[in-house]
């Protein structure tokens, strides 16, 4: 018998019997690993943390896409979602290539090709999904965005979403610009950094809302803030 014929044999009896409990702890704990190496730095997991860059993904599994409140997803996610439920073959051609299946959506992850990979994910995050749990429990993570602190105002969302995956906000707070040097800085972004080139609308959102907020003649705090801690990924 050859190695390919008992890989054959073993994935037959895999087939035919029901799971181990300790080959599903095994897949929990692979995907809590692919959680932190993927996921974390942008997505909290656990009941009453507040979004960061990305939602709270305690609870996704069985939610409806682009449904969690306090959260101001895209436009083309709500659209892909059509208000359907995440379930586990959605999540999974979404992991697969979230950019290549939603159009116009924000996230510039490039996704999970490796299907062993997406599979422990899943299985952890269902873990994470509010089993027995009532349903305020489940909607326990709507703590609004508290958008890095950066002022009310016409295109803080933009400002936020532009800047925060790449950088401390705190970059941009403590400046004092007026609009010519902010849209030098965003050319330089785009063209050294390989920031995605924020649409026309989008960019006159940002100026203006960086020229008001953090604009030459806008006072300089007394002393600048020293940045919060970084999240401590789960153990």
Same mark, same amino acid.
């Given at each position: 018998?050859?190695?390919?014929?008992?890989?054959?044999?073993?994935?037959?009896?895999?087939?035919?019997?029901?799971?181990?409990?300790?080959?599903?702890?095994?897949?929990?704990?692979?995907?809590?690993?692919?959680?932190?190496?993927?996921?974390?730095?942008?997505?909290?997991?656990?009941?009453?943390?507040?979004?960061?860059?990305?939602?709270?993904?305690?609870?996704?599994?069985?939610?409806?896409?682009?449904?969690?409140?306090?959260?101001?997803?895209?436009?083309?996610?709500?659209?892909?979602?059509?208000?359907?439920?995440?379930?586990?073959?959605?999540?999974?051609?979404?992991?697969?290539?979230?950019?290549?299946?939603?159009?116009?959506?924000?996230? #510039?992850?490039?996704?999970? $090709?490796?299907?062993?990979? &997406?599979?422990?994910? +899943?299985?952890? !995050?269902?873990?994470?999904? %509010?089993?027995?749990?009532?349903?305020?429990?489940?909607?326990?993570?709507?703590?609004?965005?508290?958008?890095?602190?950066?002022?009310?105002?016409?295109?803080?969302?933009?400002?936020?979403?532009?800047?925060?995956?790449?950088?401390?906000?705190?970059?941009?707070?403590?400046?004092?610009?007026?609009?010519?040097?902010?849209?030098?800085?965003?050319?330089?972004?785009?063209?050294? #950094?390989?920031?995605?080139? $924020?649409?026309?609308?989008? &960019?006159?959102?940002? +100026?203006?809302? !960086?020229?008001?907020?953090? %604009?030459?003649?806008?006072?300089?705090?007394?002393?600048?803030?020293?940045?919060?801690?970084?999240?401590?990924?789960?153990?």
């Amino acid at each position: 018998m050859t190695r390919l014929d008992l890989i054959l044999v073993f994935m037959l009896m895999l087939m035919a019997t029901p799971a181990r409990g300790d080959d599903l702890r095994d897949s929990v704990d692979q995907g809590k690993d692919v959680y932190r190496r993927n996921c974390f730095a942008c997505h909290p997991v656990s009941i009453g943390e507040g979004h960061r860059i990305g939602p709270n993904l305690w609870g996704i599994v069985g939610r409806k896409v682009a449904s969690l409140p306090g959260y101001p997803y895209s436009n083309g996610l709500k659209a892909w979602g059509k208000n359907a439920p995440w379930d586990m073959a959605m999540l999974d051609r979404f992991l697969a290539s979230s950019a290549g299946q939603v159009p116009g959506i924000r996230m #510039k992850y490039s996704g999970l $090709p490796d299907t062993d990979l &997406r599979q422990n994910l +899943l299985a952890f !995050l269902s873990t994470r999904s %509010g089993s027995g749990a009532s349903e305020s429990d489940r909607d326990a993570v709507v703590m609004p965005l508290d958008w890095g602190g950066l002022p009310e105002g016409n295109g803080r969302k933009e400002v936020y979403f532009a800047c925060q995956g790449c950088h401390s906000l705190m970059l941009v707070k403590q400046q004092r610009l007026n609009r010519r040097v902010w849209d030098e800085t965003l050319r330089l972004m785009v063209s050294e #950094k390989k920031m995605p080139e $924020p649409s026309r609308e989008a &960019r006159e959102k940002i +100026l203006d809302y !960086l020229a008001n907020n953090f %604009g030459d003649a806008t006072p300089r705090p007394s002393t600048l803030m020293t940045p919060p801690p970084l999240p401590v990924p789960p153990p």
